[in-house]
C-alpha cells in the first residue's frame, strides 16, 4: 500500500486501462466521487475478472468470489485476500490483486456501502459460474444482469444519497444497469459464444435482446430525470448516450463506435452542462 496520493493516481491509471466508457465520466466527478465512484468500479472490476476468466475452473472462480464476498462482510483483510489469491496471481490482472488498494482510495464514510454491494456481487457471481451461465428465462436473465450491472445501479443510487441527499428510483437504477449490459452482451456476442456463453434466454433472437436494452435503457432516462446535481447528472449521461450510440452502431452492422464518435458525444454533453 502506497501513499494515499499515489494510489489514487493508481487507481485511475487502471481504470483508463479497464474502461473507456466509465473512465471518462469518473475522471469530470469532484473529488469525492470520483474516489468513491472510482473505488466501487475497480473493486467490481476486480471481482468480474474472476467471473469472466478464460482459464480459471469453474470451481475455483466459485472458491475465490465467495471467499472474496466473506472478506468483504468485515475489515477488509488484505493479507488474507493475497493469500487466497495466490495460487493463481500469475493468472490474475492487475485490478483484481490490487482490490484491497481500490477499497483504501474510498473516502471512509462510503467505504461500508462499496464493500456490501461488491459483496452481494461476488455471490451473485458465483452462483452463476455454479449453474454455467445457464440462462433459459427472461427471468434468468434479468437475474444475471442485476447482479453483474443492476447492483451497480444501486450502489450509486446510495452513494448520490450519501453524499448530497440526491434521491433517485431504485428500480430505474436497475434497468439503467441492465441497459448497459444488455448492450455489452450485444457487442460481444461471438466473443461470448467463443468461450461458450450465450446469454439469450430459450427461443430469444437478437433483435428479443436489442429490445430488452431498449426498455432498459428507456428506464435509465427516466432515472435520470430525478436527478439535479450537475456533476451527478453529467456522470449519468455520458455512459447512457454511448450506450445508445452503441446500440445504433451495431444496429447498423457495426461492430463498435468509432472513437471519434465517443469524443463528439462526450463533447457534446459537456457542452450542454
Known amino acids: 500500500m502506497g501513499n494515499e496520493a499515489t494510489l489514487h493516481k493508481d487507481a485511475m491509471h487502471v481504470l483508463k486501462l479497464t474502461s473507456r466508457t466509465f473512465y471518462i465520466p469518473i475522471k469530470l466527478l469532484n473529488n469525492t466521487l470520483r474516489k468513491t465512484v472510482g473505488s466501487a468500479y475497480l473493486c467490481m472490476r476486480a471481482i468480474d475478472e474472476i467471473e469472466d476468466h478464460e482459464t480459471l475452473q469453474p470451481e475455483v472462480k466459485q472458491h475465490l468470489l465467495r471467499s472474496t464476498s466473506k472478506l468483504l462482510q468485515s475489515k477488509f483483510d488484505d493479507s488474507a485476500y493475497r493469500q487466497l489469491l495466490q495460487p493463481y496471481e500469475h493468472l490474475l490482472p492487475e485490478v483484481t490483486i490490487r482490490l484491497g488498494d481500490w477499497l483504501s482510495v474510498c473516502p471512509a464514510n462510503l467505504i461500508e456501502k462499496v464493500k456490501e454491494s461488491t459483496s452481494i456481487m461476488a455471490d451473485g457471481m458465483a452462483s452463476w459460474v455454479e449453474k454455467g451461465f445457464n440462462i433459459q428465462t427472461k427471468e434468468d436473465l434479468d437475474d444475471y ?8 445501479g444501486v450502489m450509486l443510487s446510495d452513494i448520490w444519497e450519501a453524499y448530497d441527499g440526491t434521491k433517485t428510483d431504485r428500480e430505474l437504477a436497475i434497468g439503467y444497469g441492465r441497459g448497459l449490459q444488455a448492450v455489452n452482451m450485444l457487442r460481444n456476442q461471438d466473443e461470448d ?24 435503457l428507456a428506464k435509465a432516462d427516466a ?3 430525478s436527478i439535479k446535481t450537475k456533476n451527478i447528472l453529467l456522470f449519468c ?4 448516450a ?9 444496429n ?19 457542452k450542454e452542462q
Not at 447498423?252 to 459537456?270: D, F, H, P, W
Open 193 to 216: 459464444a467463443d468461450r461458450g456463453v450465450h446469454f439469450m434466454p430459450d427461443g430469444w433472437t437478437r433483435d428479443d435482446l436489442f429490445k430488452y436494452a431498449e426498455e432498459n
Open 223 to 225: 432515472y435520470i430525470t
Open 242 to 250: 454511448l450506450a445508445k450510440k452503441t446500440l445504433n452502431a451495431l
Open 252 to 270: 447498423s452492422g457495426q461492430e463498435k463506435m468509432a472513437r471519434a464518435e465517443v469524443e463528439s458525444t462526450v463533447e457534446q454533453i459537456l
Open 145 to 152: 444482469t442485476y447482479y453483474v450491472a443492476g447492483l451497480v
Open 237 to 240: 449521461k455520458i455512459p447512457l
